[in-house]
């Protein structure tokens, strides 16, 4: 029913050498059940030797480590509400969310973190303590390491060994676990009052149909700041797994190689991103290796078609499939490890191409949707029940319904009980009768699955009156291997246009073999044939479109759009607002014809 329950089950039922491993100096080490669970109480216990009470806040700011999980169930043992923050926040953003919280103690990676943030902390009044994880920041009381909190812990629960336990035990279902706030693609970002009983229902019910075990293998990638990974960490232990922290996202590759996970939870990004560089290295390997990559991920396409259909694969295309499969398929399984049972993604939308792409070399992404309001999640597909280009049915206990207006409405166990210290944004968000209103459109199937076309806010009109839902199209143009980022604009103007930052590898290999000197970003993005390629995949991909959805114009970005560039939240949405104020100039010429 808690957190706290949670945590105790884990070990009373799954104790394991390797609840928690890390790789550090090249060497991968294990945090045992028994280990986890004495730092676990030392946390809590060194909280509340600070005065630390139940309800107050204090916050994490770290990547993947085993310290922040720990520390995170340390709150959750004393009723205490941990605030996560994302490491690519801004100083003033970090402040704005300390302050707001009221956040007691803050916790820190190490040194440089601290050296990031130690100008906004003298203006946070609330804030008493600092403590590192890992390094020692100054020789007084408010600055103290995680090993020293740890140390208080120990003689205070050696003073009052019942101490923890009845902390533990008055805790409540509705209690508020945690404070997230949200990312802010709009406006000034919103704290997320999650209780133990939103997160814990979450778990529960969301991983209800996937069959988990503690036979499972998972490797943490996300940030456990984002609540996805937050309720897979959750989802992990409640299975009783011993979880991988992935060192940092530029080594997943390796780390997949050496974990061999059975599960991996990632956003569409990073599938995109894998395709785009096993593609790439098929075209560098010579113009064969090219054309029977493309060859093999058509064929992939077409059986994983008549898999979705239900429907008798010819034999012509079965042989072709084990061919592609040989020479394709089995090293891009072998990419993910080799065992991989399925992945599971959310957060953006997964294009139907790349989807049909996984799935016919064999490796299942089950798709679902949510949001940091809802535990997260809304809907998932499971490997029961999937289908292409949706997100699934809703989970257990949860139910979604579609406003006249086309917006997506939630509601059940996993809804939040409101904003933080916004009374007004949290009545706007409900409808009269209790339902949470997502900010999404989208419909159901005859079978119950949900798609999602845009967001409510994310929807503009054209001068002459029409509707465009730039999420869509710019799914479709992202299915071109020379596509990277692309946003579209258009807001009442005459037609919709596009923003491109290019795949800059592919183009390379492009400029090549067309003999074309082109050496910087700067130099493609100018270079007139390399504007014209890209209008021509732009048509191409497009062609379904009514003519008033269509995109006339298109400019090619040198620079990726960025969370500290801040055209992207933490969760790699795009701020559109952002954009269009950062690249007006160029958004002006689309329309001074």
Known sequence: ETLAGLFLRAESEFSRPDALSYKKDGVWHSVSTEEMMLRIRRIALGLASLGIEKGDRVAILSANCPEWTMTDAGCQMSGVIDVPIYTTLTPPSVKYILNDSGARVFFLQDRDAYERFAEVLSDCPALEHVVCFH???????????????????????EKDPELLPSRSQAISPDDIATLIYTSGTTGEPKGVMLTHRNLISNVIDAGADFSFSNR????????????????????????????????????????????RPTIF?????????VYAKARLKASQDGNLKGKIFNWAIEVGKDYARCIEANATVPFGLSLKYKVADALVFSKLREFFG??????????????????????????????????TETSPVITTNTPRFSRVGSVGKPIRNMKARIAADGEIEAAGPGIMI?????????????????????????????????????RKKGLFKTSGGKYIAPALIEQMIKGSQYVNQVVLVGNERKFAAALIVPNFEPLEVYAKKNNMNLKTPADFCKNPEIVK????????????????????????????????????????????RVVDEKFRYIIEEFYED
């Not at 991989?340 to 997964?350: D, E, N, Q, V």
């Not at 409808?431 to 999602?452: R, S, Y």
């Open 135 to 157: 390094e020692t920041l100054a020789q007084d009381g408010k600055y103290i390491t995680l090993a020293d909190l740890e140390k208080l812990g120990t003689e205070t629960g």
């Open 216 to 259: 499972d293998v998972p490797l943490s990638v996300l940030p456990l700041s984002h609540v996805f990974e937050r309720t897979g960490m959750y989802l992990y232990l409640f299975n009783g797994m011993g979880v991988y922290f992935a060192e940092s996202i530029e080594k997943v590759a390796d780390n997949l190689r050496e974990v």
């Open 265 to 273: 939870v990632g956003v569409p990004r990073i599938f995109e991103k």
């Open 338 to 371: 080799g065992r991989l049972r399925f992945c599971i993604t959310g957060g953006a939308a997964l294009s139907e191409s790349i989807n049909y792409i996984f799935k016919g070399a064999n490796i299942l992404i089950m798709q679902g949707y949510g949001l």
């Open 418 to 454: 409101g904003y933080y210290n916004k009374p007004e944004a949290t009545k706007d968000t409900f409808t009269a009768d209790g339902w949470f209103k997502t900010g999404d459109i989208g419909q159901f199937d005859n079978d119950g699955f949900l798609k999602i076309t845009d």
């Open 533 to 576: 390629l890209l209008e021509g995949e732009v048509r191409e991909l497009t062609t379904d479109l009514a003519n008033y959805e269509k995109v006339k114009r298109i400019a090619l970005l040198e620079n990726e759009l960025t969370v500290d560039g801040g055209e992207l939240t933490p969760t790699l949405k795009v701020k559109r």
